[in-house]
C-alpha cells in the first residue's frame, strides 16, 4: 500500500514541476528533440512566453488575467494579477525591463514596471480597435507593431510618447493575427480570416495584401534571414512560404495531415522552422527550408493540445511557448 502512494506522488511532483519527454519515448521517421515543461500550478492558459534569458521567461495567463514569469533553472514563478480582467492576450518585454502586453479584452496596450509594480494603460484611439492581440518590437527597439483581430486594424505604439497610430485593413473581417518584421524592415501579418497575407512599408505606414491558395487562413508568420515569409496553413494543414522578391509560393502538407491544425510557429538561428500541430498529443515539427523536408516531429508531454505562439531565443538555443495543458514548454532545436 505504501509503495502504491510513493508513487502516486512522485507522479504528482513530476506534473508539477516538469516534464520531460525522452528523445525515444516514441518512434518517428523524422526524429525527436528534447521538450521540456513546467505546469503553472494557478492555470488560467499559460501562453505566448517572451524568453529574456536562460532563468527569465516572461508570460501571460489568458484566462486567469495575471502576468507570470519562470526561473527554469530553480522552476520557481512569479505572478501579477491584472484586476481590471483585460484578458491578456500576449506579451513582449524591452530591453529595460518593462513588459508591454495587450489587453485583449479591454481595448489597451498595458506596461508593467517590474522594479515599481506600476500599470500604465495606453487606450487605443479608436473604439473600433477593441482587441489587442501581437506584439513585436522593430529590430531596433524603437516601436511596438501590434495586430488588433476583430477591430481589423495594424498598429503601432511609440513607448517614449505613448502615441499609437492605427492602419486599417482594406479586407472586412481579415482578423489580423501574427505579426513579424522582415530584415528589410517590412511588417508582414497573417490575416487569419482570409488566404492573404499583408504587408507594411514601416515609413509610410502602405499596407499591401498578398493572396496565397484558396483556404489558406494563415494564423502566425516566421520570416528568415534571406527575408523568405513562411505561415501556418491552419485550416488545411500545411506550412507554407512565401518569396516577396518574386512572390513565389510553395506549400508542404504538414505530417499530421490536412487536420493537424498548424498554429504556434518560429524560426531558429540557422533558419529552421518550427511549428506545432494541433492535438492530444500536440506534436512539436519542425522544417528544413534549405532541404524542403520536415526534420523532426516531436509529441509534446503533457499533450499540450494547443500552442497559439512561440518564441525563439539564442542563449538557450530553444523554442519556448506556452499550452493550453497549462505548462510552459522549451523545445531545444540547437547545440
Request: charged fraction near 25%; avoid cysteine.
Given at each position: 500500500m505504501w509503495m502504491r502512494f510513493l508513487v502516486a506522488g512522485l507522479i504528482f511532483l513530476a506534473l508539477i514541476f516538469v516534464v520531460n519527454v525522452p528523445a525515444?519515448?516514441?518512434?518517428?521517421?523524422?526524429?525527436?528533440?528534447?521538450?521540456?515543461e513546467w505546469t503553472v500550478d494557478y492555470g488560467g492558459l499559460p501562453r505566448d512566453p517572451d524568453a529574456v534569458s536562460a532563468d527569465e521567461i516572461w508570460f501571460v495567463g489568458q484566462v486567469g488575467d495575471y502576468i507570470g514569469r519562470l526561473d527554469p533553472q530553480t522552476g520557481a514563478f512569479f505572478k501579477r494579477d491584472l484586476d481590471d480582467e483585460p484578458g491578456p492576450h500576449n506579451l513582449i518585454v524591452g530591453a529595460d525591463g518593462i513588459v508591454w502586453y495587450a489587453g485583449n479584452l479591454d481595448g489597451y496596450i498595458g506596461r508593467y514596471d517590474p522594479d515599481t509594480d506600476q500599470i500604465e494603460r495606453i487606450n487605443m484611439p479608436d473604439a473600433a480597435a477593441r482587441d489587442p492581440h501581437t506584439l513585436i518590437f522593430d529590430a531596433?527597439?524603437?516601436?511596438?507593431?501590434?495586430?488588433?483581430?476583430?477591430?481589423?486594424?495594424?498598429?503601432?505604439?511609440?513607448?517614449?510618447?505613448?502615441?499609437?497610430?492605427?492602419?486599417?485593413?482594406?479586407t472586412s473581417r481579415a482578423r489580423p493575427y501574427g505579426i513579424k518584421q522582415a530584415p528589410d524592415g517590412t511588417l508582414w501579418v497573417a490575416l487569419l480570416g482570409t488566404n492573404k497575407l499583408a504587408s507594411i512599408d514601416p515609413e509610410t505606414f502602405e499596407l499591401r495584401e498578398h493572396l496565397l491558395p484558396d483556404g489558406a487562413r494563415p494564423r502566425r508568420i516566421g520570416v528568415t534571414d534571406q527575408g523568405h515569409v513562411f505561415y501556418t496553413g491552419y485550416a488545411r494543414g500545411v506550412l507554407g512560404r512565401i518569396n516577396p522578391a518574386n512572390g513565389q509560393i510553395d506549400e508542404w502538407p504538414m505530417p499530421g495531415g490536412k487536420n493537424s491544425r498548424p498554429y504556434g510557429m518560429a524560426v531558429d538561428h540557422e533558419n529552421r522552422v518550427w511549428a506545432v500541430e494541433g492535438g492530444r498529443p500536440a506534436m512539436f515539427v519542425g522544417f528544413d527550408p534549405e532541404q524542403e523536408k520536415y526534420i523532426s516531429n516531436t509529441p509534446i508531454g503533457s499533450g499540450g493540445v494547443t500552442v497559439r505562439h512561440m518564441d525563439f531565443n539564442l542563449e538557450t538555443k530553444s523554442v519556448w511557448f506556452g499550452s493550453d495543458a497549462g505548462t510552459i514548454g522549451q523545445a531545444h532545436v540547437g547545440q
Open positions: 525515444a519515448q516514441a518512434a518517428d521517421p523524422f526524429g525527436q528533440i528534447e521538450i521540456r531596433q527597439n524603437r516601436f511596438i507593431w501590434f495586430t488588433v483581430q476583430n477591430g481589423n486594424f495594424v498598429g503601432r505604439l511609440d513607448p517614449e510618447t505613448r502615441d499609437v497610430r492605427l492602419i486599417a485593413v482594406p
